[in-house]
């Protein structure tokens, strides 16, 4: 089945014990991104990957850290995590830009609580 | 990419045809239109796209006005699973950042007995 896994799906951690959230995904997706959602805000990107070692920030990438050294996965990471940073994050995966069809496939979340 | 305007919440009776409709009134001619929904906080589910004919597939129909400043998905028959937030995305082809989504608020669906 074409998925995206994340884990761990809930998470309690205290301010700055650094932490990862993983992702992988099984379809062979060049593309891969990661978002947080906040009530009133909507899904906000924090980073993107369009191929192995090829990472760039989004919108909101302060506190953040990603990696992609292998096509499947691209773990996030929150080296000093801050309250602020609590928050519902999400991993997405699709092919690279093709004509008109690009859909996106997200994971089924990760709630991060930082005390 | 251009903004959207939706609603942000809806009624519909289980059963009934759901009409969200979306405003895109500064689209330009090679942008899409993308509708998502997400279900009680999992991620976001793709629906439908289309560029300015109507579209169809199992889940909805999108119809898109001939100026293409606004269109409206259809769910034919909705039923309580349908109770979600929608998101309705304008996005051009080949823009650097490639397959980035910019969401908006959306509109809450709310489908009753």
């Known amino acids: 089945e074409a998925q995206v896994t994340q884990n761990p799906r809930y998470l309690i951690t205290v301010t700055g014990k650094k932490l990862t959230v993983t992702c992988s995904q099984n379809?062979?997706?060049?593309?891969m991104s990661w978002y947080r959602q906040d009530p009133g805000l909507g899904l906000r990107q924090i980073y993107y990957s369009m191929n192995v070692e090829v990472t760039d920030k989004g919108d909101v990438p302060e506190g953040y850290k990603v990696s992609r050294k292998e096509k499947r996965n691209f773990p996030l990471i929150l080296e000093s995590p801050s309250p602020n940073q609590t928050s519902l994050y999400f991993c997405?995966?699709?092919?690279?830009?093709?004509?008109?069809?690009?859909?996106?496939?997200f994971g089924p979340g990760t709630r991060l609580t930082v005390l | 990419d251009a903004k959207t305007t939706q609603p942000p919440s809806m009624d519909c009776a289980e059963g009934r045809a759901a009409n969200l409709p979306c405003n895109h009134s500064t689209i330009s001619g090679n942008e899409y239109v993308y509708w998502y929904r997400q279900i009680h906080s999992q991620g976001p589910q793709y629906i439908i796209h289309g560029l300015k004919n109507n579209e169809t597939n199992e889940m909805a129909s999108l119809i898109i006005t001939e100026d293409r400043k606004s269109s409206t998905l259809i769910l034919p028959h909705a039923t309580l699973r349908d109770t979600a937030v929608y998101y309705c995305?304008?996005?051009?082809?080949?823009?650097?950042?490639?397959?980035?989504?910019?969401f908006g608020t959306g509109t809450r669906l709310q489908v009753t007995l």
């Open positions: 995305i304008v996005r051009g082809p080949n823009t650097g950042t490639a397959s980035k989504l910019t």
């Open positions: 379809m062979n997706h060049e593309y």
């Open positions: 997405a995966s699709s092919w690279v830009w093709r004509g008109d069809y690009n859909e996106q496939f």
